[in-house]
């Protein structure tokens, strides 16, 4: 499956490059750059490429719904700041935010049927939230970066370096697919 590959690809580039440690000389708003480089790049590919297409609508809401469960690394992100090692304006923020939307996707994977008409509502309320903070989260990684570069290396850093150039664009593009699908299936 071409997808599947894609993936993949992008995966183990991404790994390369964070295990490369070139991402530690670059500074904001590069990174900010590469996610929406890397966003717009998913969304083309998506929307303009029948099999991406037909791929992303066969995907059940609950499957991109559960992949937001990943969003549990605010929890590192509080962790991290405690330590000392990223800036406290970021992770906080950042990291409640995204414990709240891991949170909430578990709600709904467990207790909101998406094929109810009523309930498809608290997947709309819950993509809103989760896509407002992923927003919101890049624009303090940018800003907080800018005006002290130091304090945010902990994200160019391997591990952490997969957020920007994997996961957080996969995010974005997944909240974008669950408007699209709960606007589909009406």
Known sequence: MPVAWLLTVWFFAAIALG????????????????VVALTIGSLATVFLVPRFRDWSDSVPIRSWV????????????????????????FAIPAGWG???VATSAIALLFFVNPDSTIERRFYSAWNLLGLIDILFVVATAARVGIFAPASMQEILRFPLCLLPTFLVPIIIVS??????KLRLNR
């Open 19 to 34: 295990l490369s440690g070139c991402l530690l000389a670059v500074k904001p708003p590069i990174p900010q750059l590469i």
């Open 66 to 89: 559960a992949l937001h469960l990943c969003r549990f690394v605010g929890i590192y992100f509080l962790v991290l700041s405690h330590r000392g090692s990223l800036a406290p304006a």
């Open 98 to 100: 995204d414990i709240v």
């Open 175 to 180: 909240h974008i697919l669950i408007y699209r």
